[in-house]
């Protein structure tokens, strides 16, 4: 009897610990967003998920890098709290949770995998808007029509009217009230700067992702709501004013408002993904950048960012950006872009940013391994400045 009771206890000890404590999952759109969505999370089942884990390499059985492969729910993270003790796990393409303050890897068991999968896909569709052209938006966004805003970031909301646009929405905050919430979404200044958003309302109650600008401009129409002109708001596929084909910095916008921005820059070509990531260091978003730069060694990320860092403002100079296929089988491609730009401390001149980009397989997104910078014209006037910051957000 004593011989059995030993063994039982042994049998015991061996078996894993489930950990204890609440699990809840939460969506956002980068690390920096203060708005969420969240739900909790079966904490026994998962638990007992977690005793069983296993640590996988920085290489997984097909060759191909952590970094490259788990890219589509980096928004999604499981969050573990056990009293004052919190741990966050972001979300793999496949069944893996990465520490978020460690960056260990683990694979964990694929039943509980699905469920939180289906889980995280449900949150998603709540957090998100749907990804509609413009097409099919224009009819849902009447003219006159009254509809509410969210900023995707901070998820702070007003209200506009839609008072004209045939390309895309120009909009105007209701009432004073709104133009000031709308200010504050932009830190207390108005700018071209472009942001993604939820719209919401409309006809049949339509929750839509766009992409925004904060700067009023031309026509004006809703009296004392402290806002002098209009804004613009764009969906899949709008175009400005000015040019027939979309503003990149709105597809990139509208993309992570649906919650997509991965698989569009996933498909995309090499030169889409370089202009991508100079659009990025021009918004200042800090997740499209860190996403396009994920693969690379941490000093080569650090020495490309420095190059950036003391960029202002990026003009692309889409006309005279050449665009050519991807060669079948090409694993490495040479970008140019041209472009006006500001530098602190200095005018307004035009460099050319020509990247270095690659890709593991045919099937894995480009991403860019260098990026070097030559300038093409001298620094221009003030006057010449000041015009170039104006063609910057004109129509936007």
Avoid at 53 to 69: N, P, W
Avoid at 210 to 228: A, E, R, T, V
Avoid at 262 to 290: K, N
Wanted: aromatic share 6%.
């Amino acid at each position: 009897m004593v011989g059995g009771g030993s063994a039982n206890a042994q049998a015991a000890a061996s078996k894993p610990t489930a950990l204890q404590g609440e699990f809840q999952l939460a969506v956002r759109s980068s690390p920096e967003a203060s708005w969420s969505e969240s739900a909790d999370v079966g904490s026994e089942k998962w638990g007992y998920a977690w005793s069983k884990r296993r640590a996988v390499t920085a290489e997984d059985r097909d060759g191909v890098s952590l970094s490259e492969k788990q890219l589509t729910l980096r928004d999604t993270t499981l969050v573990w709290r056990d009293g004052s003790t919190e741990k966050q796990f972001q979300l793999g393409e496949e069944p893996r949770l990465i520490d978020t303050s460690s960056g260990e890897a683990w694979e964990i068991d694929a039943s509980a995998w699905r469920d939180l999968r289906d889980s995280a896909e449900s949150l998603r569709k709540r957090h998100y808007g749907e990804l509609l052209r413009w097409s099919e938006v224009e009819a849902k966004l009447p003219r006159k029509s009254v509809f509410q805003v969210t900023d995707l970031e901070t998820g702070l909301s007003f209200r506009v009217q839609r008072r004209a646009g045939s390309q895309h929405a120009d909009v105007q905050p209701m009432t004073k009230q709104d133009s000031a919430v709308m200010k504050q979404i932009y830190g207390g200044s108005w700018s071209w700067k472009r942001r993604a958003i939820i719209v919401s309302g409309g006809e049949g109650e339509a929750r839509l992702a766009g992409s925004m600008n904060g700067m009023p401009h031309g026509g004006d129409g809703i009296p004392d709501n402290g806002f002098s002109g209009h804004f613009c708001i764009h969906f899949l596929e709008s175009t400005t004013h000015k040019v027939d084909r979309p503003d990149l910095a709105h597809q990139l916008m509208t993309h992570k408002a649906a919650g997509q921005i991965v698989p569009y820059l996933q498909r995309a070509d090499a030169e889409t993904v370089a202009a991508a990531f100079l659009e990025g260091v021009h918004l200042r978003d800090a997740a499209l950048t860190g996403l396009l730069t994920r693969g690379l060694e941490k000093e080569g990320r650090e020495r490309i960012m420095k190059r950036m860092g003391t960029l202002t403002t990026i003009k692309l100079d889409y006309d005279k950006l050449m665009r050519k296929p991807d060669p079948e089988g090409s694993m490495e491609r040479t970008v140019a872009l041209p472009a006006l730009v500001s530098r602190q401390g200095g005018n307004t001149r035009r460099e050319m940013f020509t990247f270095t980009m690659r890709r593991l397989t045919e099937q894995s997104p480009w991403l860019p391994s260098d990026v070097r910078v030559a300038i093409v014209e001298e620094e221009r006037d003030r006057h010449e400045e000041e015009a170039a910051q104006d063609e910057v957000g004109f129509g936007g």
